[in-house]
């Protein structure tokens, strides 16, 4: 029903060779204590500032557009902001498919781990609804040593990264879904399966309703969970990751269930 990218001998052909030595440099760079890849993250994602002119203009628009109060200082504070964190992810994202279990455990706390163990507790599936951060990738990882699920995901385009990511994140979860799959991602939940599932993509006017967002007040979002809950009759939360404040790994944080969602049309 889920079928996963398998190991192929045509990895090995040389169009492949500059995926490998990136993969390998990854894969050394998560070696490092904690700490160091902290301040290797950080300053990582200060130098590709330069040379990541068309995000750095989005994030400047965003920012306008959401916060017009701020002064330009506090906005520039922000985008810096911005940048460091998107050095992190690079390294989360092999810190998620690289390191061992014990590692990951050493460095994360979870808050609310009952709320998913009540919804379990119900019979029915469970939407397990990611927000979207950077450190998404490392969430994934850390959740599923909470729990394992299973979870969506969009296919890379690569097929070597297609099995390298799917092979990370097999490490703590039970299957991988593409998020295309709407068949495969309402049986799992029926069957009483824990899903995760990241929504906060805009693909555009079609299949997407409009709602404030901070001062914006009409921003695209997509109808997905909405349809998906409706189809499974699943229980849903929320869950977040963040990096603390003093740099002394992360926190999970999982809401309870929402109630009376979704509601009826009207």
């Known amino acids: 029903m889920f079928p996963q990218s398998k190991f192929s001998r045509a990895f090995l052909h040389p169009r492949y060779w500059l995926t490998w030595f990136g993969v390998g440099v990854l894969w050394l760079l998560v070696q490092l204590p904690y700490p160091v890849l902290r301040f290797l993250g950080t300053r990582t994602g200060k130098l590709a500032r330069p040379f990541l002119k068309r995000r750095e203009s989005i994030a400047q628009k965003n920012i306008e557009l959401c916060f017009p109060t701020l002064s330009r200082e506090e906005r520039e504070k922000l985008i810096a902001e911005n940048f460091h964190s998107l050095g992190m992810a690079l390294l989360e994202t092999g810190m998620a ?4 279990d014990n590692r990951v ?6 808050d609310g781990l009952d709320n998913l163990t009540r919804a379990q507790a119900q019979n029915r599936g469970v939407m397990v609804v990611g927000v979207h951060f950077m450190s998404l990738e490392l969430g994934g990882r850390v959740m599923g040593l ?29 299957a991988m879904i593409g998020r295309n799959n709407l068949r495969g991602i309402v049986g799992a939940l029926k069957k009483g399966e824990a899903v995760w599932f990241a929504p906060d993509q805009d693909y555009g006017p079609k299949g997407s309703s409009f709602a404030p967002f901070f001062a914006v007040e009409n921003v695209a979002t997509t109808n997905g969970t909405y349809v998906l809950s409706r189809l499974s009759g699943a229980a849903m939360l929320t869950v977040t990751m963040v990096r603390k404040s003093d740099n002394s790994g992360y926190r999970l944080y999982i809401t309870p269930e929402m109630e009376g969602y979704p509601a009826d049309e009207n």
Not at 150 to 159: E, F, L, S
Request: contains cysteine.
């Open 97 to 100: 498919w690289f390191w061992p």
């Open 105 to 110: 455990r050493k460095w994360f706390d979870v």
């Open 146 to 174: 909470c729990q394992p699920m299973m979870a969506t995901y969009r296919p890379h385009n690569n097929p070597l990264m297609e099995w390298v990511q799917t092979r990370g994140r097999m490490r703590s979860n039970k």
